[in-house]
């Protein structure tokens, strides 16, 4: 019989004790809820996170983000462990760009390079050329033949706006991410009337018109980053609101807004994300599962345009 989870005000001291005896390191993306961050050993994007996991020597890797990301980091480092707090913390960007239906588009362009954002499944990476990240899709597409053309799957608003940066036309897969697509413009607008020296920090993952608005497109990370050297005394933050936990402690004397929905609500929270709490993540070191297991065939597969994206990216 599984022992009782630990009453909450004992719950990180138990997850550290769970974690040496594991030899595991905890991995926290950045929207995932500020309680998991704070027992993390490891904060950051889902690449970042999994390239750091890789070079440890921890045997165990527990990934609080969500299906995908914990693929990632099995890929990277197939003899360590992988857990996953809650199975079904999936992600509507990945499940849209099924393994069977992007080959069937493949199939139809036959010419292009095919080009995925990480933000998808294993599956899908296996059939792609070359992976990238928020943060470098705009520097690997510049450095792709200029007599190619491009297939870049699954977020389309983020593919329309490396669109824009590069000037290369793309062919997209029509997916989007529901965080991202939910945010309201007529908030934002209101926003930037009630706070006029705030500056506008957006993902790129955001639909068009809301990057219009924005003074800074950046990666999670790089939108972190712009909170800490931008001199301005105040940020309106167009990405999921898990990172102004990360904000507000590297910059305390600044201030930072979050957009709501468009119908009022706070739904620009991942649903998926937040599926990980601190009682699965102790449950989960406890019992050792879920545990993210993965065909070797496929993972190889997977892991070359990953391999490639690192090569052009030194």
Not at 11 to 34: F, G, M, N, S, T
Request: aromatic share 6%; charged share 20%.
């Amino acid at each position: 019989m599984a022992p009782p989870c630990p009453p909450p005000a004992e719950l990180a001291a138990a997850i550290a004790a769970l974690k040496r005896e594991r030899k595991a390191v905890i991995l926290a993306h950045y929207y995932q809820d500020p309680a998991i961050q704070d027992v993390a050993d490891f904060i950051g994007d889902s690449l970042e996170l999994s390239r750091k996991a890789a070079a440890t020597d921890a045997e165990v890797i527990v990934f609080c983000g969500v299906h995908f990301m914990a693929e990632t980091a099995k890929i990277l480092s197939p003899d360590k462990t992988v857990l996953l707090p809650d199975l079904e913390a999936g992600c509507t960007l990945a499940d849209a760009c099924p393994a069977d239906g992007f080959a069937a588009f493949r199939a139809e362009h036959p010419d292009h390079i095919v080009v995925s954002y990480i933000n998808c499944s294993a599956a899908v990476k296996a059939q792609s050329d070359l992976i990238c990240t928020s943060s470098n899709a705009v520097d690997l597409v510049n450095q792709l033949p200029a007599d190619r053309p491009i297939l870049f799957a699954p977020d389309q608003n983020l593919g329309r706006w490396v669109q824009r940066q590069s000037g290369r036309e793309l062919t997209l897969w029509p997916g989007s991410c529901i965080v991202h697509e939910t945010f309201s413009e007529q908030a934002l607008l209101q926003l930037k009337l009630e706070h006029p020296q705030a500056e506008v920090l957006a993902h790129p993952e955001c639909q068009q018109h809301l990057l219009d608005l924005a003074d800074f497109i950046g990666s999670t990370s790089k939108l972190l980053h712009r909170a800490e050297a931008s001199p301005a005394p105040s940020f309106i933050v167009l990405t999921e609101p898990g990172i102004l936990h990360q904000m507000r402690k590297a910059v305390p004397g600044k201030q930072f807004y979050e957009v709501p929905g468009a119908d009022g609500c706070s739904c620009n929270a991942c649903p998926y994300m937040r599926l990980n709490t601190l009682e699965k993540l102790w449950r989960c070191l406890q019992t050792m599962q879920p545990e993210i297991v993965m065909d070797e065939n496929l993972r190889q597969r997977a892991l070359a345009p990953i391999q490639k994206m690192l090569e052009m990216s030194r």
